[in-house]
């Protein structure tokens, strides 16, 4: 799975909340176990927007789309509890 670059304001975001080191665990797990259990990626709703989240800690959680069948782009970092 390939993870493409991450745009300049959620790197911002992701230094501002000191989340960068585990980010960067986390992208490392989901590109090769997509599936891995401390990801929790799910598919979000509605369904058919084929919108999909992973977790980078209890409260962050990583927004992401399918480009391509092996691709995805990150969207969005966000407290997961807002």
Known sequence: ?????????LQKYLQRHNLVKKFA????LFTHNPKHPSLNTELLEPRHLKIYSFRID?????IFI?????EIE???VNDHYQ
């Open 25 to 28: 665990k986390q992208v490392w």
């Open 1 to 9: 799975m390939i993870v493409k670059k991450l745009r300049s304001d």
């Open 74 to 76: 990150i969207i969005d």
């Open 58 to 62: 209890r409260k962050y959680r990583a």
């Open 66 to 70: 399918l480009v391509k069948v092996d």
